[in-house]
């Protein structure tokens, strides 16, 4: 079948105006990328006192350089909804994917919304990347123990399933850094995409279930002092579990 990988760079989480949008489209019986686009959002871009809250707006030279070389496109935001839609149409795909597509589907219902343009994802599907790799990568010690070795955890203390960490997993780049911008990323999320189907056994087309953090157990050691003055040590668990969504606790198990 075609899929398509897509990602999107906003100025903000609870307005997502985006500026940037780029896919790819691939073909998982050959294996061959059949299309890949990037776009810079006109309204966006030249509204410089918006774009200057993104938190990546230093990344602005890059898209000059980009358009410049006519790699990247720039065009108003209805305009690249219609030739997604075309490509989506031309090639037959038929799920899309993205890499925490909760966000990416919220950035288009909320941009379609605001500049009154057809959705290119109203008739395709949209599904997660992270459940294939919360279902495949992530729960296996041997990617835990990664984490270990090269500290990627996330702010609460639990192991880190961002792109970034994962790539650098399953290609052995430990200093690769996530260009985010929507294009490079979109491919980068392909690989580990097909990682995910080809090492482990997956599907394309198959929705897999994403969690919220994946915990960090580790083991801890208490000293207890008995009543003659002799010191006992006892190794434990420590796991770190969320409590209601907005408290962290600390469990022993």
Known sequence: MNI???????VNLNKPFCYNIGYVIYNTDTDKMLAQKDFV??????????FSTAYYANKRPIYVSRMKARKTKMNKFGYICKEMIRDLNTFNVEYAYA??????EKVFEYNCDYFKCNNPFDTVPILDIRGNVHNSIAFNQVY????????????????????ESVYQYI???????????????SVIELEILVSTVGRYGLEYGKEYKTYSSIPRT?????????TD???????YNRKTVRNNGDNIILKNI
């Open 4 to 10: 398509m990988v897509f990602d999107t760079e906003t």
């Open 41 to 50: 959002v006109e309204q966006i871009w030249h509204n410089v006192p918006l």
């Open 99 to 104: 890499y925490n597509a909760p966000f990416d």
């Open 144 to 163: 835990k123990n990664f984490c270990e070795q090269y500290n990627r955890f996330t702010e609460k203390g639990n192991y880190s399933t961002t792109a």
């Open 171 to 185: 290609t052995g780049v430990i200093d690769f850094e996530e260009e985010h911008t929507a294009l490079a990323d």
């Open 218 to 226: 580790t083991e801890k050691v208490l000293t207890v002092t008995d």
């Open 229 to 235: 003055g002799f010191k006992h040590e006892f190794a």
